[in-house]
């Protein structure tokens, strides 16, 4: 038939070769008649046979083979013909075991396409540019033969890819513009959602406490509004509770700021003095443990099982801290830590009598049940001025040390009949003064230093309220100077937000590179 005669010249069989089949065509023009029951013979099961080769006969009955009990096997007529499934021009492979050098989990790309080569960036753009104009023909806009082939080497690009960019720059200065190799590439695909300013500030704050309910009122998807927050189109805000400020205490706290900066420097180049014989002192309560902390787990690591006697009574103590500002030398090394100490309002008390858990008379550290005036007179008078006569630098003259407090109702004054006995002491003389009332920006520690004391504590994962207060020392100890320096640097910042914003405490602190600064 013509549709097997153009299959087999599309095989590249030839009209006497045959595929396979019986026709009327091939069997009249041979005069040979296929035998019932024989296999057919395709040529290209042959190969490539030399001159004057015998061709096997593939019809041929298979030889009788022994069985495994020892007798013959016979062929009979009714045995089928095992047609061999194999091509004779193919080279016969073994099957091994393959070596594990070998071995590969890369998926071998069976498509007719090459890997595509990255996209060219503008930089590179204009270095393949600057390489093809130090090739040009002077005076002329033509390159050097092959200028065009070697940059394809050197860049490993087409040269179509090189031409055009030569093409592109060609036009450019006909047209006596500058040389621009930018693309419209970063306009194409979707194009990004845009939220205009006025829609998200009309929005309630209420109505802007998570992302679901913030998509919602923009009629965004929470996908969308979270992609907004990564282009910082949005973002978080903590908003803290701030203590509210009369008019009066608006006055004191600019006063207060006012006289920290030297005279003569106003209003030209306004200097803060050095504060070098300032000491803030404040207290606060440092818990046990904290009701949830964040640690990172390995996969399929257990997590950790936090118990304890009440979630609402953790054990706490309640601490006094003394800090001063760090003191560097000439050559950068620290000559005066500013850590004066930090004391717990704690007693050692031994038990009165014995229960499952201690013997009768052993020494436990119980809180001092009520922090006032004695208490902290006490502490100032017994601990304070020693630490500070043990650990102030060396200093010609008389030493005359501020001690900034805030106005506790515990807080003795300078005026306090006691302290009078006791605030000059061997050439040292210590006032107590008060910072403006509800300004905890204006001492030390409450703007940060107890902050990074209670992070560094926590590390510590103490179990008992003794491990507490040897954790909290030692956190108070381990602390760089270079913090604590820099706390005192933002007070100075605090200082100019408060004259800024007239005394108020509505102001948010600036990035100010505290580390360049301090060099």
């Avoid at 296929?34 to 040529?43: F, K, L």
């Avoid at 194009?191 to 209420?206: N, S």
């Avoid at 040390?401 to 040292?428: R, T, V």
């Avoid at 381990?478 to 005192?488: C, G």
Wanted: some cysteine.
């Amino acid at each position: 038939m013509a549709s097997d005669q153009e299959d087999d010249e599309f095989l590249g069989f030839s009209d006497d070769e045959g595929d396979g089949s019986s026709t009327d065509s091939d069997s009249g023009d041979e005069g040979v008649a296929v035998e019932d029951g024989a296999v057919p013979i395709n040529a290209h099961q042959y190969g490539d046979m030399e001159q004057f080769q015998q061709v096997p006969d593939l019809n041929e009955l298979a030889q009788d083979f022994p069985n495994e009990d020892g007798t013959a096997s016979t062929n009979s007529a009714n045995s089928e013909v095992v047609p061999h499934l194999f091509d004779l021009n193919t080279p016969q492979t073994y099957e091994s075991e393959t070596s594990p050098y070998h071995e590969t989990t890369t998926p071998i790309n069976i498509g007719h396409h090459k890997p595509g080569k990255p996209r060219l960036t503008v930089g590179l753009k204009l270095e393949i540019l600057i390489f093809l104009l130090r090739r040009k023909k002077p005076g002329l806009e033509k390159l050097f033969k092959g200028t065009i082939k070697e940059a394809a080497i050197k860049y490993d690009y087409t040269p179509r890819t090189i031409g055009s960019i030569w093409n592109k720059a060609r036009r450019q200065k006909e047209a006596m513009q500058t040389y621009d190799m930018s693309t419209n590439f970063h306009k194409c695909g979707r194009k990004r959602k845009e939220v205009p300013y006025e829609q998200i500030v009309a929005i309630a704050m209420g109505d802007r406490t998570c992302i679901i309910d913030l998509a919602r009122m923009l009629n965004l998807s929470p996908s969308t509004v979270w992609r907004l927050i990564k282009r910082k189109v949005l973002k978080a805000h903590s908003s803290p509770l701030c203590p509210g400020i009369s008019e009066t205490c608006k006055m004191t706290r600019m006063r207060w700021v006012l006289r920290l900066i030297m005279d003569y420097s106003i209003p030209h180049d306004p200097t803060y003095y050095g504060t070098y014989d300032f000491i803030h002192i404040d207290e606060k309560w440092f818990y046990l443990t904290q009701k949830s902390q964040r640690v990172y787990l390995a996969n399929n690591e257990p997590k950790p099982h936090r118990i304890g006697k009440s979630r609402t009574k953790i054990p706490k103590f309640m601490f006094m801290a003394a800090v001063a500002r760090p003191r560097w030398g000439d050559d950068g090394n620290c000559e005066f830590d500013g850590k004066l100490g930090i004391f717990p309002f704690t007693n050692s008390v031994a038990t009165k009598r014995t229960s499952k858990n201690r013997v009768k008379g052993t020494i436990e550290t119980k809180p001092v049940k009520s922090v006032n005036q004695i208490a902290t007179r006490d502490m100032m008078i017994n601990k304070l001025i020693p630490a500070i006569k043990e650990k102030w630098p060396p200093h010609v003259g008389e030493k005359v040390i501020y001690i900034i407090q805030d106005n506790a109702k515990a807080h003795i004054l300078q005026s306090d009949p006691e302290w009078q006995q006791h605030y000059k002491q061997d050439g040292f003389t210590f006032v107590i003064t008060q910072q403006p009332a509800n300004s905890p920006d204006c001492n030390i520690l409450d703007l940060g230093f107890f902050r990074s004391i209670q992070s560094h504590m926590h590390k510590k994962m103490p179990k008992t309220v003794e491990d507490l207060s040897g954790a909290v020392m030692d956190s108070y100890k381990e602390l760089h100077p270079k913090i604590l320096s820099n706390v005192w640097m933002t007070l100075q910042y605090v200082g100019n937000e408060i004259l800024k914003h007239k005394g108020d405490n509505n102001y948010q602190l600036p990035h100010n590179k505290k580390k360049k600064f301090r060099g």
